[in-house]
């Protein structure tokens, strides 16, 4: 036997306690070694008999009889020695290699390892097991030390119970909102860490949870996995405040930067004409051509508070807009009267006889003729029709809007609320179409086409 790397182990020595020749050593049966002796000498007994009964009869001196029966006979017990050994040997180095591979010593090789010879084979095998089982080791070692340094790194709790609901496994973001070490969460049970109440749940909730480090809105995933054939936990703890509060910073910006485009794009005008008005005013009684030109003004006012108005009433409409309320729908009757609100000829309606969907038709409608009053307002005059079609597609009803216009142009912020590209748009369209699909668990989009210029709006309900 030989050993590969730097280790030291005990090299060709007899395997004490190995198990397997523990089983051998049963009683009232010999070891396998003596067996083999026995049988080494049972197997060359008959020759030595018949050479000693040979020189008995040999009319030689006693003297030379007796040396030669002595040389015989050890011969004999030399030779069956030798076998038994030679196959003994072989098996306890092949026996040390196995129990040194069985401790996770994997550095141990068999010596003379032969093809073509029996044992050669056997040794060859045991080698090329050793090879593998090291090389299979040295590739779990470094994936657990990934593993380690992964879970060193990242910001989300990750812990592992065991069938006891003790921590098996802590990494340092679950010992930081835990206000522990990492090595001090091992071995307690989850009721003691103040965790029991998060074991049970499904596979993955959003909720609040006061933990001794913080206190938020938590996402909580929860898996099942084995080892070794034992059951575990896994619990993974990410933090959402943080990703809240900033999606709610970024949507404050966005809405304060639209309103305040909004309020300045009519306060501005109406500022301008009350300073008109008021040294108009001040400079006397008015002339006939006066007062019509402050009618105008006062009726320019007028407008633009109304539109003001308005602009807050759609927003309040986008943040109220009602549960759908289901019912059974006409697809090709509900598609013929959004049809209907646009100008004759614009739109042309495809859909299947007989195609019903359950929805909220009013709803429904609302969405399908902002979609269409977008392609129509986008295709210029003289240009084809906005097609306005519906098909059943695996168990939904895909509505779809083509025009011929010049596209999206910027596809990041079409559903942002209240952005808009057209002059005096109010930006909540496409929202308020979000909106009613995703009300019915369904989804729209908005993408250029791809066969010839124009867009191509996509909504989906379930059927």
């Known amino acids: 036997m030989r050993r590969e790397g730097a280790q030291n182990p005990r090299m060709d020595a007899p395997a004490q306690g190995h198990p397997a020749r523990a089983r051998a050593a049963a009683p009232r049966r010999l070891p396998f070694q003596r067996r083999v002796l026995l049988l080494a000498l049972g197997g060359g007994l008959p020759a030595v008999a018949f050479v000693i009964v040979v020189l008995a009869r040999l009319d030689w001196p006693a003297s030379m009889r007796l040396a030669l029966a002595l040389v015989v006979t050890g011969c004999w017990i030399g030779c069956a020695i ?236 986008l943040a109220r807009l009602p549960a759908p309320r289901l019912a059974d729908c006409d697809v090709p009757a509900l598609l013929e009267r959004v049809a209907a609100v646009q100008p004759s000829g614009r739109v042309c309606v495809e859909a299947p006889p007989g195609l019903e969907l359950r929805a909220d038709p009013d709803q429904l409608e609302q969405a399908l003729i902002n979609l269409v009053r977008n392609a129509v307002e986008a295709t210029p005059e003289g240009g084809p029709p906005v097609v306005l079609s519906a098909a059943p597609a695996s168990g939904q009803v895909v509505f779809e809007v083509l025009d011929a216009g010049s596209g999206v142009a910027n596809p990041d912020n079409l559903f942002v609320p209240f952005f808009t590209t057209k002059p005096g748009g109010s930006g909540i369209g496409l929202v308020l179409a979000r909106q009613v699909a995703e009300g019915h668990g369904g989804t729209v989009s908005l993408a250029n086409r791809g066969d010839r210029p124009g867009c191509r709006a996509r909504l989906v309900i379930p059927g």
């Open 82 to 317: 030798a076998l038994s050994r030679a196959i003994v040997e072989p098996l306890r180095s092949l026996a040390n290699l196995l129990e040194s591979l069985a401790a996770g010593d994997f550095s141990v090789r068999g010596r003379h390892p032969r093809r073509g010879d029996a044992l050669g084979d056997v040794v060859i095998e045991a080698n090329r097991l050793a090879t593998t089982l090291r090389g299979q080791r040295f590739a779990a070692l470094e994936a657990t030390a990934l593993l380690d340094k992964v879970l060193a790194e990242i910001e989300v709790a990750v812990l592992a119970f065991d069938g006891e609901d003790r921590i098996r496994i802590a990494n340092p973001a679950a010992g930081t909102l835990l206000r522990r070490r990492p090595e001090a969460l091992l071995g307690l049970h989850a009721g003691e860490a103040g965790l029991a109440a998060l074991l049970a749940g499904p596979a993955c909730s959003n909720e609040l949870h006061e933990f001794p480090a913080r206190a938020g809105r938590w996402q909580v995933q929860r898996t099942v996995f084995r080892e070794g054939g034992e059951p575990f936990r896994l619990l993974v703890v990410t933090d959402l405040s943080e990703a809240l509060r900033e999606e709610e910073r970024r949507a404050w910006r966005r809405l304060i930067r639209v309103i305040w485009h909004e309020l300045n794009n009519s306060l501005a005008p109406i500022k301008s004409v009350i300073e008109t008005a008021r040294d108009a005013l001040a400079g006397g009684p008015l002339e006939a051509e006066e007062r019509q030109d402050l009618a105008q003004a006062l009726s320019l006012m007028a407008d633009r508070s109304e539109a003001l108005r308005r602009f807050l009433s759609r927003y309040s409409e």
